[in-house]
């Protein structure tokens, strides 16, 4: 759902989009952290908010970070 969010914030179009591993944080709502493989090498960390369900909005991208590698560890940022 946050592939779109993630293309327009990038200006790109990304034809492999795959979660490979997440983590959540339980906050006001829950914070994912998703490590993300958008190229045969090329991989993402996305940081990604979902609001509590009373609230009934969609998960939101918060943050991410590029040029990341499959070995890269998840870590919470």
């Known amino acids: 759902q946050v592939k ?3 293309e327009r914030k990038e200006n790109k179009n990304c ?3 795959t ?3 997440y983590k959540t944080q339980v ?3 829950i914070n994912y952290f998703i490590k993300v493989q958008v190229s045969d ?3 993402v960390h996305l940081k990604v908010f979902q609001s509590l369900p ?3 909005q969609g998960p939101s991208l918060v943050s991410f ?3 990341k590698t499959r070995d890269d ?3 919470y940022f």
């Open 4 to 6: 779109p969010q993630f």
């Open 15 to 17: 034809a492999m989009f």
């Open 19 to 21: 979660a490979i591993v």
């Open 27 to 29: 906050v006001a709502g």
């Open 41 to 43: 090498t090329g991989y």
């Open 54 to 56: 009373h609230e009934n």
């Open 65 to 67: 970070q590029t040029g």
């Open 73 to 75: 560890p998840l870590t």
